[in-house]
C-alpha cells in the first residue's frame, strides 16, 4: 500500500514576543508521542553529527506541538495557520520571547520516518539544527479518516 506524505512548502522559524498567561486553546482528536525522550535524544544525536548541542523535552513546547498536530489533524490538513497563526499559538504558550520554529508533517507512522522526512527537506533540516535550539516539543494526531493518517509536530525553541 502506497503512503501518501505530506509536508508544508515552508518551515516557519519565527522570533515571538511571548504573551504570559496560560496555553488553553483545544482542538479535537487526540495526540501523544510514546516516547518523547528518545524522540529528543533522536534529534540530539543528529544534531551533534552537525556539530550541535542537545535538546531537551520541554512541556510547554510539547503542549503547543500536541495542539498544532490535533487542530491540523481536524483539518484533515496541512497548515501553519491551522488553529490560529504560528505567532498567536505560540503566544498562548506564555513562554515568553524567543526563537521558535515548527516542522509539520503527515502520512508517516513513526517518528523516526518523520525525522527522516524533515531531514530531507531543506527548511525543515534548518529548524532541526538551529544553532540556538535548547528545547522541543513533539507530538502526533491521529485523524483515522483522513487521506494521511497521522499528523506530526516539532516546535524548537531557545
Known sequence: MLRRFAWTIASIAVVVGGCS???AAKA???SAVSDDRAAAAAI???RAQHGLGP???DAGLTRAAAYAARAN???GSLSHDAGGSFQARMAMTGLGRGLKAENLGAG???FNQTLAMWQASAGHN???LLPEARRIGIAHADAPGSSYGRFWALVVSQ
Open 44 to 46: 540530539s544525536r543528529y
Open 55 to 57: 535538546v531537551q523535552v
Open 108 to 110: 508517516t507512522a513513526t
Open 28 to 30: 479535537p482528536g487526540r
Open 73 to 75: 489533524a481536524a483539518a
Open 21 to 23: 498567561g496560560a496555553y
Open 126 to 128: 534548518a529548524n532541526l
